[in-house]
């Protein structure tokens, strides 16, 4: 069973949303922190955002006041809702659970963003 499985990337307008989903098939009492990374062409990957166990969120610079995480515990799914979004945003973004002893990644899904 793959332990996370992403949805929703995809094309959109410069200005335009969209809401990635990672569903992780992990306990949920040993999860640490779910968020999301981003990689575009040629660069490095970087943190967009993550939720930690309590609740409390980090963003990375380029996410923040446009972008936002959420999570439905009771599911164990992540979320990213992203708006205002910019050609400089298309990438592969790449779910990410920690647990306590093994740090997770999904096999990403595709963000084009057209000016």
């Known amino acids: 069973q793959v332990p996370l499985v992403e949805s929703g990337g995809g094309l959109v307008q410069a200005g335009g949303s969209l809401r990635l989903s990672c569903a992780a098939s992990v306990s949920s009492a040993i999860i640490n922190d779910m968020g999301w990374y981003r990689q575009a062409p040629g660069q490095q990957r970087e943190l967009v955002a993550r939720?930690?166990?309590?609740?409390?969120?980090d963003y990375g610079d380029s996410a923040k006041g446009r972008f936002t995480i959420s999570r439905d515990s009771a599911k164990n799914t992540v979320y990213l809702q992203m708006n205002i979004l910019k050609p400089e945003d298309t990438a592969i973004y790449y779910c990410?659970?920690?647990?306590?002893?093994?740090?997770?990644w999904g096999q990403g899904t595709q963000v084009t963003v057209s000016s």
């Open positions: 939720i930690f166990r309590l609740g409390s969120t």
């Open positions: 990410n659970v920690n647990t306590y002893t093994t740090n997770y």
